[in-house]
């Protein structure tokens, strides 16, 4: 009997075209919420740079491990933000070219950079942001 009931109200006009139109309102709230993550996610991209770009900072754990450099690694990486190489660097800073070696590779261990490479172009992005 329990059957009979639910297959009167399936066959029911109304009640079939309320339930279609829940589901199409449902389904269209999720879209919107899938669509309004999708835009969280794209922003977060943004702000952290992750998506290539710099418009704020090129990733705030980045910009957090650099605020707990010492002041001469922050020094070394500002200059090498600017385009400087080592040499230019250490006559800069007065300081040996094996000692700014030496805070090149602190600088990618604390960092967490894993080349030289990569450790010049955050510190092109990291300067950039800061203007």
């Known amino acids: 009997m329990a059957t009979d009931s639910l297959s009167t109200s399936f066959t029911d006009g109304d009640a079939y075209e309320r339930v279609a139109?829940?589901?199409?309102?449902?389904?269209?709230?999720?879209?919107?919420?899938?669509?309004?993550?999708?835009?969280?996610?794209?922003?977060?991209?943004?702000?952290?740079?992750?998506?290539?770009?710099s418009d704020l900072v090129p990733d705030l754990r980045l910009s957090?491990?650099?605020?707990?450099?010492?002041?001469?690694?922050?020094?070394?990486?500002?200059?090498?933000?600017?385009?400087?190489?080592?040499?230019?660097?250490?006559?800069r800073l007065d300081l040996k070219i094996s000692t700014v070696e030496t805070y090149r590779e602190r600088l990618k261990r604390k960092l967490k950079i894993?080349?030289?490479?990569?450790?010049?172009?955050?510190?092109v992005l990291w300067l950039e942001s800061r203007y």
Do not use: W
């Open 21 to 53: 139109a829940d589901y199409q309102k449902s389904v269209i709230q999720c879209q919107q919420a899938i669509d309004q993550l999708e835009a969280c996610k794209h922003e977060l991209r943004r702000v952290t740079g992750a998506d290539g770009g």
């Open 64 to 91: 957090f491990a650099i605020a707990e450099l010492s002041k001469r690694e922050q020094q070394v990486f500002s200059l090498m933000g600017e385009g400087l190489l080592t040499p230019q660097i250490a006559e």
């Open 114 to 123: 894993p080349s030289g490479a990569a450790l010049n172009r955050m510190a």
